[in-house]
């Protein structure tokens, strides 16, 4: 279990998340809820689990200040690990912050790539969502001969209201 994993526990324990949240941290982080009998045999003196808790996989440079920062500002875990999938695995979670801040979600990040706009930095996806640049806007677009928009294109369209 890494580090990060340990301090979702601890934080669970201390009665800072719920099950849920923390089911959800986990799951973010990639690995899975541990079952009881994992934590009855891994218990430090404290009651929380071990350092030396079985390994599942890299916690991808998160450290448990992110993951309270993150939390502060609500970022949901899954648009962490949705992110993660989509290809920016190595997303920060200032990053993660300022796409929960702005209203960013996986379904958004998603349709776009459907759409063609694949190697979106997390930079250039606030911007986009912050100026109302939408799917359907650029499908719209499209639809009207601009089929080779870029992002910066799509913005100054969208803040100028060209419909």
Same mark, same amino acid.
């Given at each position: ?15 800072? +998340? ?7 941290? +986990? ?18 003196? #404290? ?6 808790? #079985? ?43 300022? +796409? ?9 990040? #998603? ?53």
């Amino acid at each position: 279990m890494s580090e990060e994993s340990t301090r979702v526990l601890k934080m669970l324990a201390e009665g800072k +998340l719920s099950v849920e949240q923390a089911n959800q941290l +986990l799951e973010a982080l990639g690995e899975e809820a541990p079952r009881a009998s994992d934590l009855s045999q891994n218990q430090g003196s #404290r009651g929380a689990p071990s350092a030396t808790a #079985r390994p599942r996989g890299s916690s991808r440079h998160l450290k448990p200040g992110d993951l309270i920062e993150m939390k502060i500002h609500g970022v949901n875990p899954i648009l962490l690990r949705e992110m993660r999938d989509l290809g920016n695995a190595d997303i920060t979670a200032e990053q993660l912050k300022e +796409l929960s801040i702005h209203g960013v979600t996986a379904d958004y990040v #998603r349709e776009l790539r459907q759409i063609g706009y694949t190697n979106l930095t997390p930079e250039q996806i606030v911007e986009l969502s912050m100026h109302g640049v939408t799917p359907h806007f650029v499908r719209e677009m499209r639809e009207l001969g601009f089929a080779e928009l870029e992002p910066d294109d799509l913005v100054e369209l969208s803040i100028h209201g060209v419909k």
